[in-house]
């Protein structure tokens, strides 16, 4: 996995969780997070924000999948 080849898939899916992302490549969600953060860098990924009512309910979610990122 390199930066372009997680460019690819996020220009290909337009938005993924992090665990998505994670199990696509079979690699460690700090190793992502630190290629993404290039992108997002460069403007070209943004991280989306939480609802409002995201963790007031069951807060059984993983940060994994509550980390959302969009090709912009």
Known sequence: MNLLDIKQYLVRVKMTSLAALCSYFNCDSELARQ??????????????????????????????????????
Do not use: D, F
Request: positive net charge.
């Open 35 to 72: 290629m993404l953060g290039h992108w997002v860098r460069k403007g070209k990924v943004r991280q989306c924000k939480k609802t409002a009512n995201c963790g007031t309910k069951c807060v059984q979610c993983s940060p994994l999948v509550t980390e959302i990122y969009e090709w912009v």
